[in-house]
């Protein structure tokens, strides 16, 4: 089993920036890969953010140029860097890893006031 902890969320200002971290613990054999999915109310789960262990990340269009993944190895650690945060970014932002099998976290809520 994975255990996924996910922190930074929070209320920021149109305009402003967050970063948003997940560590993952527990019984870890190989990532694959990591990411970040949101959900707005009344919306489909959307993948934000992706990256391979091998570093190759893919972004929503909507982000792109504003959202940022990192993933330090060592850690078992994805970072999202969003800068530029509009009031549709506003969402529960979900962690995954791609393990031997799927894995989530719990969410974490990003407000983005007009």
């Known amino acids: 089993q994975v255990q996924l902890v996910e922190s930074g969320g929070g209320l920021v200002q149109t305009g402003g920036s967050l970063r948003l971290s997940c560590a993952a613990s527990?019984?870890?054999?190989?990532?694959?890969?990591m990411g970040w999915y949101r959900q707005a109310p009344g919306k489909q789960r959307e993948l934000v953010a992706g990256?391979?262990?091998?570093?190759?990340?893919n972004y929503a269009d909507s982000v792109k140029g504003r959202f940022t993944i990192s993933w330090d190895n060592a850690k078992n650690t994805v970072y999202l860097q969003m800068n530029s945060l509009k009031p549709e970014d506003a969402a529960v932002y979900y962690c995954?890893?791609?393990?031997?099998?799927?894995?989530w976290g719990q969410g974490t809520q990003v407000t983005v006031s007009s």
């Open positions: 995954f890893c791609s393990e031997r099998e799927d894995y």
């Open positions: 990256i391979t262990g091998g570093g190759s990340a």
């Open positions: 527990g019984s870890i054999f190989s990532i694959y890969a």
